[in-house]
């Protein structure tokens, strides 16, 4: 029997055909549902009346702009610095010469990946807050003369809990993303370009950025989509004021007033439509600026 | 730039890769480092521009002492075996790279880059980038990058190693052509004899992290400390023989020995200064094996037990078994005292 060989570009698209098939069932079809619903029509509930007047509701409502200035402000500021350490860290780990350093550190990282979201809301919580760990230490050091001088991070309308938290989670996927990329480029462009005199920032910014674009791109426009989307950290940390759109709609899907099911999905279709376009943006705009260092 | 690498020693984990290594490069010289692979040229490069730290010894560029100054402060340029042109920049970005982290002025960075594609003969590759050139075309380019900043000492790392032969001829014949012209300091790391007799003047022979001989490139070659140094720079014949009032005495007759030691002794002769023909000091010798390389033959005589290599660039068809006359000038024989 001949063994099928992908030789050709069709071949290949045909091999992925499967996986793609399957994506497009899911997504495609849940989203098709999805906009039905949110169109009001959902016949198993006696609502047969189809319009875009949910869409109007949400995008009428008080709190739908700053919420979502909230959760773009969460989005963008978490991955931009989990881009601007992950990367740098993903620079310092190809450039490091101590091997067993550089594993430890790649191992803690993967474990920084593996745990979920909640147990490193509880981590951060018993690190981090007014009564955690290192408030204490430093009450205990003389730092801080009571708990309540060290500062508020959580509940509060700054969101610095969740960032943090969002941080914590996003440096270790965008340092390992980035830095397999790097360890292909290897380090005999930074060798070259120091003995042409660069400073280290400057080979970063010229040679090691323009060449990994693509992965810090896609790496930064990952962490940006989920923190915009994600909804546990911020439905458990988000202060009174600020509420994020993803955990407005996980209220809305857990009332247990199911003529909300058609604002709910109204809702799920915006957060979509806003997240592809922020997306975009956002990696639009993250290209010009790595790339940009290479010219 | 005069470089003196001191005493200098690296180790790799508990394995030495250089011990002691001495080198003077002089300034406006071409100074080639020979040695097979893993004799450690490339560490000692590396060792030079800093990139490598060391367990001892000392680099000096004219007397200072640059042994921790950083790689990026010490006017080093380097031509690596592989062009490495960074990839997403095109040629004159590359060759600008260096002159934009100096902080050169526009004006001047662009007279620069113009004089270099012009000098290094690739004036239309200017706007290509790597990917669209050919490796010896890369190569050049990684020349002209490496000339932009006038570092006042290039090393090269077996730069043509890629190559193909012809153009490995051509590139070390610019190479040379570039050194005279912008009086340049080079020292250039290299397994290739022929490259290291055809380039340099002066020469190092590195062999599992020592220095066996340094010096003029011509003298290494034709006057060898010993076996080693000589076998390093390819073939060559050691008479043995006895100095006795200043007359080395061999099975192959005398030849002077002036201010040499009484006693046992070596004579060493490459293969093409041994002359085919008569005259009244011709030694007959039967030919025992015959190498033909085109345009050279490679012949074995043996001359009672003693053997002997010689090359020819004569055209007659020489036999196995055939008689022919041998002889050598005095002055082309290196005498070696035993011990």
Redesign the interface.
């Known amino acids: 029997m001949r063994k099928f060989k992908p030789s050709n570009k069709t071949n290949k698209y045909l091999l992925a055909l499967p996986i793609l098939l399957i994506y497009g069932l899911f997504l495609g079809g849940g989203l098709i549902g999805v906009a039905i619903e949110s169109s009001g029509y959902i016949p198993a509930l006696g609502l047969t009346e189809v319009g875009m007047a949910h869409y109007m509701n949400i995008l009428s409502a008080p709190n739908f702009w700053s919420d979502l200035t909230y959760s773009l402000y969460i989005a963008f500021f978490a991955a931009t610095i989990s881009t601007l350490l992950g990367v740098y860290m993903a620079y310092r780990l190809l450039l490091s010469k101590h091997k067993k350093i550089e594993i430890l550190v790649k191992k803690i990282m993967q474990m920084g990946m593996i745990l979920p979201y909640l147990y490193m809301v509880f981590l951060v919580l018993i690190l981090f807050s007014r009564t955690g760990l290192i408030s204490r230490v430093m009450y205990n050091l003389g730092f801080i003369e009571t708990l309540e001088q060290f500062p508020q991070l959580f509940y509060t309308p700054s969101g610095a809990g969740i960032i943090l938290i969002f941080v914590m989670k996003g440096v270790p996927f965008v340092t390992l993303f980035v830095l397999n990329i790097m360890g292909r480029i290897g380090k005999?462009?930074y060798?070259?370009?120091?003995?042409?005199?660069?400073?280290d920032f400057?080979i970063l910014k010229?040679?090691y950025l323009?060449?990994s674009s693509t992965a810090i791109i896609w790496s930064s426009s990952i962490v940006f989509i989920y923190y915009l989307g994600a909804f546990e950290v911020p439905y458990l940390l988000n202060s009174n004021k600020n509420v994020n759109l993803s955990s407005r709609l996980y209220s809305l899907y857990i009332d247990t007033n199911i003529s909300t099911i058609p604002d709910a999905m109204a809702y799920n279709m915006l957060l979509v439509i806003i997240g592809i376009i922020a997306v975009v943006v956002y990696s639009q705009v993250l290209k010009r600026i790595v790339k940009g260092g290479?010219? | 730039m005069k470089l003196h690498i001191k005493n200098v020693k690296k180790n790799f984990s508990s394995f030495r890769v250089l011990n002691g290594v001495d080198i003077i490069v002089e300034k406006g010289s071409f100074h080639a480092v020979l040695g097979v692979s893993g004799s450690g040229k490339s560490t000692l490069l590396k060792i030079i521009t800093g990139l490598e730290s060391i367990e001892g010894g000392q680099i000096l560029l004219d007397g200072k002492d640059v042994t921790h100054v950083p790689t990026e402060t010490r006017g080093i340029a380097y031509v690596f075996q592989s062009p490495l042109l960074f990839p997403h920049l095109t040629v004159k970005e590359n060759i600008r790279f260096g002159m934009e982290v100096k902080k050169y002025d526009k004006k001047t960075i662009e007279e620069r880059v113009e004089e270099l594609l012009k000098l290094l003969r690739i004036e239309d590759l200017g706007d290509r980038m790597p990917s669209e050139i050919s490796g010896g075309q890369q190569q050049r380019v990684s020349i002209a990058r490496a000339l932009a900043t006038e570092p006042s000492l290039i090393l090269m790392d077996e730069p043509f190693s890629g190559l193909d032969p012809a153009l490995r001829i051509e590139m070390g014949n610019l190479i040379k052509d570039l050194q005279r012209l912008l009086d340049l300091t080079i020292v250039f790391v290299t397994h290739d004899i022929n490259e290291s007799l055809r380039l340099s003047n002066y020469i190092s022979l590195l062999d599992q992290g020592e220095i066996l001989q340094s010096g003029l490139t011509h003298e290494v070659y034709y006057k060898p400390q010993n076996r080693k140094s000589a076998s390093i720079m390819g073939d060559g014949n050691w008479i043995k023989g006895i100095i006795k009032a200043n007359r080395f005495s061999s099975s192959f007759g005398d030849v002077s020995a002036i201010g040499f030691p009484t006693g046992e002794a070596e004579m060493f002769l490459r293969p093409h200064q041994v002359i085919i023909g008569e005259s009244r000091a011709a030694f007959k010798v039967k030919i025992s094996g015959i190498s033909r390389l085109g345009k050279e033959t490679q012949l074995t005589v043996a001359y009672g037990e003693e053997f002997m290599k010689i090359d020819t660039f004569s055209n007659e068809n020489y036999q196995i078994n055939q008689e022919i006359s041998i002889m050598f000038t005095d002055s082309n024989c290196h005498i070696v005292p035993c011990g």
């Open positions: 005999y462009y060798q070259v370009a120091k003995i042409h005199g660069a400073s400057y010229k040679i323009p060449l290479g010219h």
